[in-house]
């Protein structure tokens, strides 16, 4: 058998299509949109080598559209939990076993399926499942899932080259083991990417998974489960059940082979399983890891120095873009009395311009909330607003399901820099100013600073670098992706590392080197050529 430390492939970031009319991918996404309306797709659960269905079967319909049947998937229980954790565990040593390089080559073939053979697909069914426009699905299901796969590879081989210093005689090495017993990925609705790479970032580094997906993205999450199968990942090594939440963690986080967890989800029920482990951490073989990224109350700070028209664009985009269904989406601003006439007027020129309306028609902007349990939450604040005499609404305000759940792009202002709207992570298309005088820029720092328990994206707008870099330092701990003279979301794989602290989650930044090395566990190896043959030490000879 031949040895060698091989080289992977440089990733660089895969470009991002226009879908420009006319163009090829537009051509071929609008005929996967049209294939997928013209069947009801059949979905399974994924487990060992077998696909399962069950009696349960639960429609799949898009937000905008929901009186269309896309599909069926079939609901587990408690039993099906059980055979996932199994086929995982039986699937570990041989997993684990396998040369890096094979395992990196699953998924870097996964990546350029995404790229080529499937990426209309993915796409389509991102944009049909979860009402996300062409564009938002291109950056989301197509292009940061490939760089997740591509990047990661390159994380792993970073990580296995970094070894210990060996002293004369000695040989140091550093083992990096998969966790002991089995990983549970727990993955939101809102990116399809975040659901490709919760599982797939700690089989990469030889753990087996349980990977739950949220019950409204199931239809891309099947897509995805399709291709890492024809890339080649053994049975068992991730495990796709659809099963109620509580059913899933009452089974998940009472088995002793529990090692980790990769969560994507509300702060709420982040706490809630935290709470859990810790209640039942003495049933466990190890202490298990624990990897999340849960909410925000992301903010824009203006500063007097800027540029009005850059913060209105940034504001329309980090706000409405997916129906601000973000976890980055800017959801509070801070405007200077001196900026906000022309901000205002710029605000509602572009919002009086925006289409809504389902995703097949490529001219729409803002699509459909992801369900109507989302649309009501949404619209009570919304309702609310309105029958308040301390809040104005600018723009938007109205809301309509009798076809899709569609909210129109809203934006607030309130003279109450506490009002809820600008403390509460509403996850929708609501946005929140509180217009402050530039004399006041220190204590709406503080007021930034102070206003959520979340800490995960923030942007400054300002042309004075002593103000930029004074706003920098003092919100510091405000937020784990800052951002200077832009918006507040589109982090991308490999350039900027995402997370937050605080309420927001362990900040262990997906798409970088630091989250792959919470999925290892590290072994010290030293190995003495020539041992000694006597205890004592030369000190201890006579003068």
Excluded at 38 to 60: A, F, N
Excluded at 243 to 266: K, L, M, Q, Y
Excluded at 315 to 338: D, H, M, N, W
Excluded at 422 to 447: A, D, K, Q, T
């Amino acid at each position: 058998m031949s040895f060698g430390f091989f080289s992977v492939p440089t990733p660089v970031n895969e470009p991002v299509k226009e879908y420009r009319a006319g163009s090829p991918e537009r051509i071929a996404l609008k005929q996967a949109l049209a294939n997928f309306r013209s069947v009801e797709t059949d979905v399974p659960m994924y487990i060992g080598d077998q696909e399962v269905r069950t009696e349960q079967k639960l429609r799949i319909a898009p937000p905008h559209d929901h009186q269309h049947t896309l599909g069926y998937f079939y609901e587990g229980s408690a039993e099906h939990i059980d055979h996932a954790i199994k086929a995982a565990l039986e699937a570990k040593e041989a997993w684990a076993n396998m040369s890096w390089e094979h395992r990196a080559s699953i998924f870097l073939k996964a990546a350029d399926l995404i790229a080529g053979p499937y990426r209309a697909q993915i796409n389509a069914a991102t944009m049909l499942g979860q009402s996300k426009n062409a564009y938002q699905a291109e950056i989301d299901s197509a292009c940061e899932l490939i760089d997740f796969l591509r990047f990661n590879v390159h994380y792993m081989t970073e990580i296995y080259q970094q070894q210990p210093n060996s002293s004369p005689g000695v040989w140091n090495r550093l083992e990096y083991r998969p966790l002991e017993g089995f990983v549970f990925a727990l993955t939101p609705f809102n990116f399809t990417a975040i659901a490709g790479n919760l599982p797939t970032a700690p089989a990469m580094m030889g753990n087996t998974v349980v990977w739950k997906p949220a019950y409204t993205q199931v239809f891309s999450a099947n897509v995805i489960m399709r291709v890492l199968k024809e890339a080649g990942l053994p049975d068992g090594v991730i495990n796709l059940i659809y099963v109620d939440g509580p059913v899933a963690g009452d089974r998940i986080f009472n088995h002793p082979e529990f090692g980790g967890i990769h969560f994507t989800g509300s702060t709420k029920v982040f706490q809630q399983i935290w709470k859990t482990i810790g209640e039942n951490i003495h049933k466990y073989k190890s202490y298990p890891r624990i990897v999340g990224e849960t909410g925000g109350k992301d903010f824009v700070v203006v500063h007097e120095s800027a540029n009005a028209e850059e913060v209105a664009t940034a504001l329309v985009r980090g706000a409405f873009e997916y129906q601000g269904q973000k976890c980055s989406a800017a959801s509070r601003a801070y405007i200077p009395s001196t900026l906000w006439q022309i901000i205002e007027k710029k605000l509602r020129a572009y919002l009086g311009e925006i289409k809504i309306g389902g995703t097949e028609d490529f001219g729409n902007f803002v699509n459909a909330v992801i369900d109507e349990r989302a649309f009501d939450k949404i619209t009570a604040y919304i309702d609310e607003a309105k029958n308040n005499e301390t809040v104005t609404i600018i723009a938007g305000g109205n809301y309509d399901k009798t076809k899709g759940y569609f909210i129109e792009p809203t934006i607030l202002l309130v003279s109450d820099p506490a009002y809820k709207t600008m403390c509460e992570e509403i996850f929708g298309p609501v946005l929140s100013i509180y217009v402050y005088e530039p004399s006041r820029y220190e204590e709406v720092l503080s007021l930034v600073d102070q206003t959520s328990p979340y800490a995960l994206t923030g942007s400054i707008f300002a042309k004075d670098r002593y103000v930029i870099e004074k706003t920098t330092k003092k919100l510091s701990n405000t937020a784990g992706n800052f951002y200077i003279n832009d918006k507040p979301t589109g982090a991308v794989v490999g350039q900027q590392p995402f997370g937050g602290a605080r309420a927001s989650g362990t900040n262990d930044k997906a798409g970088s080197l630091l989250n792959l090395l919470r999925w290892v566990s590290a072994r010290t190896i030293k190995e003495t050529f020539v041992p000694p043959t006597h205890y004592a030490y030369p000190f201890m000879q006579a003068d």
